[in-house]
Antibody
Framework: EVQLQESGPGLVKPSQSLSLTCSVTGYSITSNYWGWIRKFPGNKMEWMGYISYSGSTSYNPSLKSRISITRDTSKNQFFLQLNSVTTEDTATYYC??????????WGQGVMVTVSS | DVVLTQTPVSLSVTLGDQASISCRSSQSLEYSDGYTYLEWYLQKPGQSPQLLIYGVSNRFSGVPDRFIGSGSGTDFTLKISRVEPEDLGVYYCFQATHDPFTFGSGTKLEIK
């Protein structure tokens, strides 16, 4: 069974970097696409970007100057780094597998608060 | 960016009745390959989003046939027949036709 698990600090200071890890079991990240999505307080959801089976990336232009998605295929993990965070980056962050552009498996999410 | 407008914002439904959610796109969601990358997700309380429908009308594995997706171009609908208690939560439409991919604003389904 495919499982994804996010991990990382729940509190980040403004202007610092947010770094999250998505650990995948039951499926190789060298297949399909692997994305990051966040949900803000309230209901708003935002697609942040993905890394493909080949390692290519695509980012939401609204984040393009601050975001980086990388991977470690030996550990079957992929990572999110978001630089220069502000309080507006406070959200629950999810990683997900995208097969044929459909997010069929999701992690349980990690809540990140940006606060001094 | 493609804007997906979901209506209604919230929906209160009696168990066993039908619910209908609309998702209207600011651009056609038909891709150059002829496929329409429009999906529906449900986020139940305390859970992560789960895929219900992909490609407008295809139910994901394990999704009951009470969930029916339809539409084309810019207008899409999710119908839930015979609403059950486990259907409550927030429903989102999502498009992966145009970069950046975008979500609708969500529709909260409550049980009367």
């Amino acid at each position: 069974e495919v499982q994804l698990q996010e991990s990382g600090p729940g509190l980040v200071k403004p202007s610092q970097s947010l770094s999250l890890t998505c650990s995948v079991t039951g499926y190789s990240i060298t297949s399909n696409y692997w994305g990051w999505i966040r949900k803000f307080p309230g209901n708003k959801m935002e697609w942040m970007g993905y890394i493909s089976y080949s390692g290519s990336t695509s980012y939401n232009p609204s984040l393009k100057s601050r975001i980086s998605i990388t991977r470690d295929t030996s550990k079957n993990q992929f990572f999110l780094q978001l630089n220069s965070v502000t309080t507006e980056d406070t959200a629950t962050y999810y990683c997900a597998r995208f097969a044929g552009a459909a997010g069929d498996y999701w992690g349980q999410g990690v809540m990140v608060t940006v606060s001094s | 960016d493609v804007v997906l407008t979901q209506t209604p914002v919230s929906l209160s439904v009696t168990l066993g009745d039908q619910a209908s959610i609309s998702c209207r796109s600011s651009q056609s969601l038909e891709y150059s390959d002829g496929y329409t990358y429009l999906e529906w997700y449900l986020q139940k309380p305390g859970q992560s989003p789960q895929l219900l429908i992909y490609g407008v009308s295809n139910r994901f594995s394990g999704v009951p046939d009470r969930f029916i997706g339809s539409g084309s171009g810019t207008d899409f609908t999710l119908k839930i027949s015979r609403v059950e208690p486990e259907d409550l939560g927030v429903y989102y439409c999502f498009q992966a036709t145009h970069d950046p991919f975008t979500f609708g604003s969500g529709t909260k389904l409550e049980i009367k």
